[in-house]
């Protein structure tokens, strides 16, 4: 009504002065308010869709970012050629998220070898052309039997299994419910206006959320697709280069009157899917006001230079559209203000109208930036954001309660965000990390420990994802940071653990071989001396003192072990029973060892007092010494034949030491029979 009350006002005053010149002017106005309207729903439509594709294109990388990295585990690494099991892993990647239906470990023909749910032993259904080669990122609807016997509709992520040789030996796979409540359907839901709509559509033409929450399958045989839709999944097209970068945007006209359509890309590394924004007339009953509303303006614009009365008019619109853009502008400048509004100056007016609608969609945007940070605020995880074209750190409340942290001072590079609570090494690392995230416009994760506000450094797990402009510029990094420090010292503690030999608290026998072998491969010129030694007549001593005095006996010699190598800048193991290792590095002096040898030779004899005080132990230790690289360079020879050596002083009279020959190994009569 408003809207034809107006036409009538601005009719009678086109008549009264001088209908010819406001008709040309007002012609030729009426279709520059057209070309602006066309031009502003795609704009609008574009932008809108944009916004809610950055959601989709956030949880996706969530996805392909966990899963590539599950992917490159040891676990999912050995499983795929059965050679190990990663069902741990697979049983927490589906705990943690409820959308996760199955995980499944697909081998280079396709074949499923490991799942979840047992679905294994068949082809996978959704296999490309040139097979697991050709699976990343995440990929269309689930045609796949065993889900649609559930009647679940699913989308699947993958993600390649390289071997050593960085060849891909298959695929991990997830499989992810689209159903009305799932976390994709619900990133998708929601209109555009009063009529509006967004989905996503992947190449073979389904539709998420065509109608609330479903998924429609039959979409390619709609007259959107079919009206251009398709040409922007076929790679020998135009239409699809002109989405090369996740930015860009496309309209499309549709063949019913009035709708308009936009489309682009989910993220340029994920070729199936596109979202698509569709909105008819309806959904731009604000613009169409609007246009209309200037239309007459102009009109009543062009009779101004007749009439004074018409210039009143004119002055009146003029002014109420001024205020809206002098509003727009306050909001666009006030970052973080959400208490800025256009003033309704009457509701029932087409003015009044646009004013409303425009709130309402303040209120929505203000609400949706109001739930995330809610969700950053009772979530553990701590989130930071870092946007380039404002050059403007956001954290979170929580991590700015943890860290001392200056969102006001602080970059990504400048030494004075995270980098700046670090050890220069983990401050390395992560520059590292970050010229890489950077360069590579993708995703990482990192562990590092963090100095918090008390001054004690803390073990944190850090995942960003860098988001790009369409010309694949950086725009945003993205990051959530998670406190594992409990979980992380746990770890430490166990792997410490499993290095040392319980009783003796040395190295055992694999951590001792492995740092020898480290040290023998970094040597350069200078010379490594393994020392072999075997407490002599050791059973006698538990045979006739008991377990209880051999084991003090063991933990003796360790201790007197110990002492020489802390001194002199060497480590030591024990290989087992009575049988203990001893490696020193940068021996220039053969002379050296053979009185470290003696001293410890010399201090076992001395003895000790048990710990019941009741009788004093002598102990008596044959060594055998080789040398790398005069012996060998091989560390299993270099020890076999140290412990050659100390065989060759037990067949000759014990209680000595012996530097290896070549002929000790000549005869078997020097051979340890149960080897080292």
């Not at 072999?532 to 933990?555: A, P, S």
Request: aromatic share 10%; charged share 25%; net charge negative.
């Amino acid at each position: 009504m408003g809207n034809f009350r107006l036409k009538i006002v601005l009719t009678v005053i086109m008549l009264v002065f001088s209908i010819l010149p406001a008709v040309i002017v007002g012609a030729i106005g009426t279709f520059s308010v057209m070309g602006y309207e066309n031009a502003a729903k795609l704009n609008t439509l574009a932008q809108v869709a944009e916004s809610k594709s950055a959601g989709i294109t956030q949880l996706f990388s969530y996805y392909t970012t966990n899963l590539n990295a599950s992917a490159e585990t040891e676990a999912v690494r050995l499983a795929v050629d059965n050679s190990g099991d990663a069902d741990s892993l697979m049983k927490a990647i589906v705990a943690a998220d409820s959308d996760v239906l199955d995980v499944l470990i697909l081998d280079s023909n396709g074949t499923v070898v490991a799942s979840v749910n047992g679905a294994t032993g068949g082809i996978f259904e959704n296999l490309p052309e040139n097979g697991v080669a050709d699976m990343q990122n995440v990929s269309g609807v689930l045609s796949w039997t065993g889900y649609a016997e559930q009647q679940t509709d699913a989308i699947y992520v993958s993600a390649p299994i390289k071997d050593d040789s960085s060849n891909v030996a298959g695929s991990l796979v997830e499989i992810i419910s689209v159903g009305s409540d799932s976390g994709v359907m619900k990133a998708i839901s929601g209109s555009l206006g009063s009529n509006g709509r967004f989905m996503i559509v992947d190449s073979n033409g389904v539709a998420l959320n065509q109608t609330d929450g479903a998924v429609s399958k039959d979409f390619s045989n709609s007259v959107l697709w079919n009206d251009g839709l398709k040409q922007y999944y076929d790679f020998a097209n135009t239409g699809y280069a002109a989405l090369k970068n996740a930015s860009d945007t496309k309209s499309i006209k549709g063949k019913a009157g009035g709708s308009v359509y936009c489309v682009g890309l989910v993220d340029k590394n994920i070729t199936e899917w596109r979202w698509v924004a569709i909105a008819d007339a309806g959904s731009f009953s604000s613009f169409s006001l609007t246009t209309n509303l200037l239309g007459w303006v102009v009109i009543a614009a062009s009779a101004v230079v007749f009439s004074v009365g018409s210039l009143i008019v004119i002055g009146r619109f003029l002014g109420n559209m001024s205020g809206m853009l002098k509003t727009m502008t306050e909001i666009s400048d006030a970052e973080g203000a959400t208490d800025i509004r256009f003033k309704v100056t009457n509701r029932k007016s087409e003015l009044g109208e646009i004013q409303t609608s425009f709130n309402d969609l303040l209120d929505e945007v203000f609400l949706s930036e109001e739930r995330h940070r809610t969700i950053a605020e009772l979530s553990d995880n701590m989130l930071f954001e870092w946007d380039f074209h404002k050059e403007r750190m956001y954290c979170s409340p929580n991590m700015l309660a943890k860290f001392d942290i200056d969102t006001e001072q602080s970059t990504l590079s400048n030494g004075k965000f995270i980098d700046s609570l670090m050890s220069q090494e983990d401050a390395e690392k992560y520059k590292r990390d970050i010229n890489q995230l950077l360069k590579n416009k993708n995703g990482y994760s990192g562990e590092y420990q963090l100095k918090n506000k008390n001054g004690a450094l803390i073990w944190v797990s850090l995942r960003a994802v860098c988001i790009t402009d369409r010309l694949g510029e950086p725009l945003r990094v993205i990051g959530v940071m998670t406190d594992i420090d409990n979980e992380k010292k746990l770890e430490l503690q166990l792997s410490e653990r499993a290095s040392y030999d319980f009783l003796s608290q040395l190295y055992n026998r694999n951590t001792f071989i492995r740092n020898l072998t480290s040290e023998i491969e970094r040597r350069g010129t200078k010379r490594v001396a393994a020392l072999f030694i075997d407490v002599d007549d050791f059973k006698f001593i538990n045979d006739r003192y008991g377990h209880t005095i051999g084991d003090e006996v063991i933990r003796f010699v360790a201790d007197t072990i110990r002492k020489k190598v802390d001194d002199r800048g060497g480590f030591a193991g024990r290989f087992g029973g009575d049988e203990f290792v001893l490696c020193f590095t940068n021996q220039e002096d053969i002379e050296n060892i053979e009185n470290i040898s003696m001293d410890i030779i010399n201090e076992l004899y001395a003895g000790y007092d048990t710990a019941d005080g009741g009788m004093h132990i002598d102990v008596k230790a044959s060594i055998g010494v080789a040398f790398c690289p005069e012996h060998t360079e091989d560390v299993n020879e270099l020890l076999s034949f140290a412990d050659t050596a100390m065989y060759f002083v037990k067949k000759n009279g014990k209680t000595n030491y012996h530097i290896y020959i070549p002929e000790d190994s000549a005869t078997d009569e020097y051979k340890d029979p149960e080897g080292f």
